[in-house]
T-cell receptor, first 115, second 115 residues
Framework: AQSVTQLGSHVSVSEGALVLLRCNYS??????LFWYVQYPNQGLQLLLK??????LVKGINGFEAEFKKSETSFHLTKPSAHMSDAAEYFC?????????????FGGGTRLMVKP | DAMVIQNPRYQVTQFGKPVTLSCSQT?????MYWYQQKSSQAPKLLFH???????NEADTPDNFQSRRPNTSFCFLDIRSPGLGDAAMYLC??????????????FGPGTRLTVL
């Protein structure tokens, strides 16, 4: 069984400030981890994924995430927030293709960016 | 560009009147999923097709059905929509098979309103 916890359903930062969105997971097998972004009335867009190749993963729009096995974490960061980053962010875990690629989502974090 | 397409983007139906949402993909992925997403919540998996094999989630209401006539298309039928079925419906695809992360690619969603 696997689960995902996103600490903080709402995060507010000022434009130009560091963005840190927290994600902790539990999985009985080595996980694949994903961050998705969702803008209002849109589908989910993949930001980045961890597939065991490298622990620091770079994604689109300047985001990156670091896989820390000892902390069972996969936090999402961006050095400098932009107004266009305001959206809902979902962390998800999967045990991979052999399991039909089922995703378990966290509850989501709404990022607000203040001018 | 290869993509997941959902039609219509917005659908209004009346209480109890059957409605069909459609999804098509040009990615040639063999796994297709339907999710229901309510406001400020994570997507909830309703069912998925692995090739022609239909997999229903245990808590998906009988009111929801799905068809996949070929690799490219998948439909969500809601036989008798209730007010509680108003939500965003997301279609996603992934490449099943051996190994790998198998990330899911999402369409833009159909927002269903039930009057």
């Amino acid at each position: 069984a696997q689960s995902v916890t996103q600490l903080g359903s709402h995060v507010s930062v000022s434009e130009g400030a560091l963005v840190l969105l927290r994600c902790n997971y539990s999985s009985s097998v080595p996980p694949y981890l994903f961050w998705y972004v969702q803008y209002p009335n849109q589908g989910l867009q993949l930001l980045l994924k961890y597939t065991s190749a490298a622990t620091l993963v770079k994604g689109i729009n300047g985001f990156e995430a670091e896989f820390k096995k000892s902390e069972t974490s996969f936090h999402l960061t961006k050095p400098s927030a932009h107004m266009s980053d305001a959206a809902e962010y979902f962390c998800a875990v999967s045990t991979g293709k052999n399991a039909g690629n089922m995703l378990t989502f966290g509850g989501g974090t709404r990022l607000m960016v203040k001018p | 560009d290869a993509m997941v397409i959902q039609n219509p983007r917005y659908q209004v139906t009346q209480f109890g009147k059957p409605v069909t949402l459609s999804c098509s993909q040009t990615l040639n992925h063999n796994v297709m999923y339907w999710y229901q997403q309510k406001s400020s919540q994570a997507p909830k998996l309703l069912f998925h097709y692995y090739d022609k094999d239909f997999n229903n989630e245990a808590d998906t209401p009988d009111n929801f059905q799905s068809r996949r006539p070929n690799t490219s298309f998948c439909f969500l039928d809601i036989r008798s929509p209730g007010l509680g079925d108003a939500a965003m419906y997301l279609c996603a695809t992934s490449r099943g098979g051996s190994g790998g992360a198998g990330e899911q690619f999402f369409g833009p969603g159909t927002r269903l309103t039930v009057l």
